[in-house]
């Protein structure tokens, strides 16, 4: 080990000029590593970043003696921007961009709690939701329960799809459901395939 360390000494001594090359070359080379290094950093920092404010759009409906309501869920863990929405009935071909419409259309009446319009350009935050029909009332009210058992029949028939992009404006997909779930009070539900038969 000695002798290395003297064959070491001799070399720098007599080629002072090769051992400050290689010493500047070294010093490049871990530069240029450096720089790679903070470049690939960056990128899986700013992928990350883009992923920690990911929404995920989501329906959610409920189907009760006392309530009948459809809601657009933000279970993502950033704000969800909506770019598109279409609301298509199957039985008509009719589409519009709110579940009201189609109410309308169909000439469903019924004095609801909540509803929403277009809801194009709306921001939904990370766990919000935003009310697109709600009807709610006593079940023992004659009147109420006809409304509520017209809007599963109008409903049965629906197609929602939404298009949504994160806070960033990238698109990041589109969620549909078809709320054939509502008919099975009148139909027999198939529950692998989401369709309804005539009992």
């Given at each position: 080990?000695?002798?290395?360390?003297?064959?070491?000494?001799?070399?720098?001594?007599?080629?002072?000029?090769?051992?400050?090359?290689?010493?500047?070359?070294?010093?490049?080379?871990?530069?240029?590593?450096?720089?790679?290094?903070?470049?690939?950093?960056?990128?899986v920092q700013r992928q990350h970043n883009r992923l920690s404010v990911?929404?995920?759009?989501?329906?959610?409906?409920?189907?009760?003696?006392?309530?009948?309501?459809?809601?657009?869920?933000?279970?993502?863990?950033?704000?969800?921007?909506?770019?598109?929405?279409?609301?298509?009935?199957?039985?008509?071909?009719?589409?519009?961009?709110?579940?009201?419409?189609?109410?309308?259309?169909?000439?469903?009446?019924?004095?609801?709690?909540?509803?929403?319009?277009?809801?194009?350009?709306?921001?939904?935050?990370?766990?919000?939701?935003?009310?697109?029909?709600?009807?709610?009332?006593?079940?023992?009210?004659?009147?109420?329960?006809?409304?509520?058992?017209?809007?599963?029949?109008?409903?049965?028939?629906?197609?929602?799809?939404?298009?949504?992009?994160?806070?960033?404006?990238?698109?990041?997909?589109?969620?549909?459901?078809?709320?054939?779930?509502?008919?099975?009070?009148?139909?027999?539900?198939?529950?692998?395939?989401?369709?309804?038969?005539?009992?």
């Amino acid at each position: 080990m000695r002798e290395l360390i003297e064959v070491i000494l001799e070399f720098a001594t007599k080629s002072s000029a090769t051992l400050s090359a290689l010493s500047a070359l070294g010093a490049s080379v871990a530069a240029l590593v450096a720089i790679f290094l903070s470049i690939y950093s960056l990128s899986v920092q700013r992928q990350h970043n883009r992923l920690s404010v990911r929404p995920i759009a989501n329906f959610v409906y409920g189907d009760f003696e006392d309530e009948i309501s459809i809601r657009l869920m933000n279970a993502g863990v950033g704000p969800m921007r909506i770019d598109a929405f279409t609301v298509k009935c199957s039985n008509t071909g009719n589409i519009t961009n709110s579940l009201i419409e189609q109410m309308s259309d169909k000439q469903v009446v019924a004095t609801w709690n909540a509803f929403s319009g277009n809801p194009c350009g709306k921001t939904i935050r990370a766990g919000g939701e935003l009310a697109l029909l709600k009807l709610t009332g006593d079940p023992e009210d004659a009147e109420f329960s006809a409304q509520r058992d017209t809007t599963r029949r109008a409903l049965m028939a629906i197609e929602l799809k939404v298009t949504f992009s994160d806070v960033y404006g990238k698109t990041i997909g589109t969620e549909a459901t078809v709320l054939s779930w509502f008919g099975r009070h009148f139909f027999v539900y198939d529950f692998a395939t989401g369709t309804l038969t005539r009992p």
